[in-house]
């Protein structure tokens, strides 16, 4: 690799690695505020009737904020890519890094060869958030469901 392409290559991170950890910051802290919240509304519910409805509730509200945090994470690299001057409008940099996070991909969008590696890095970290959403709603369900079931164990 010839120092050019080091030097390409290099920025590429420079730019990403914040916007990882800011992502993975505001996705933890976001998922504790929903948490909290989903703990506080179904931690007294007596009845188990009506914990069914509430839970199915809850866990729709909870899941529509996590949709809300994707797209906040996606917004901030969507206004990285702006900052750099990668696309020409918010839409065409929101839609690219949309598909960048999901792994989905944006029709006929991509970065210069240059930038390339700032949307696999933004992949990359698209696979930790939503592999920390999946761990949390599974955590959500596993510790309100034996509680209002009846089968937990001590």
Do not use: C
Request: aromatic share 12%; glycine share 8%.
């Amino acid at each position: 690799m010839d120092s050019i392409e080091t030097t390409t290559w290099v920025i590429d991170w420079v730019w990403s690695l914040p916007l990882m950890l800011l992502t993975v910051i505001i996705h933890v802290f976001g998922l504790a505020f929903i948490n909290d919240a989903a703990i506080l509304i179904l931690k007294d519910i007596p009845a188990r009737r009506r914990f069914m409805y509430k839970f199915a509730v809850v866990m729709t509200i909870s899941v529509l904020l996590m949709i809300v945090l994707h797209a906040l994470e996606a917004v901030a690299w969507g206004l990285a890519y702006l900052a750099i001057g990668l696309f020409p409008t918010a839409r065409v940099a929101m839609l690219y890094s949309l598909g960048a996070m999901t792994g989905f991909g944006a029709e006929n969008l991509s970065l210069p060869e240059h930038w390339a590696m700032m949307g696999v890095l933004q992949s990359l970290g698209g696979l930790l958030l939503f592999g920390l959403t999946t761990a949390f709603m599974f955590a959500m369900i596993q510790a309100v469901w034996p509680v209002r079931t009846g089968t937990q164990t001590r």
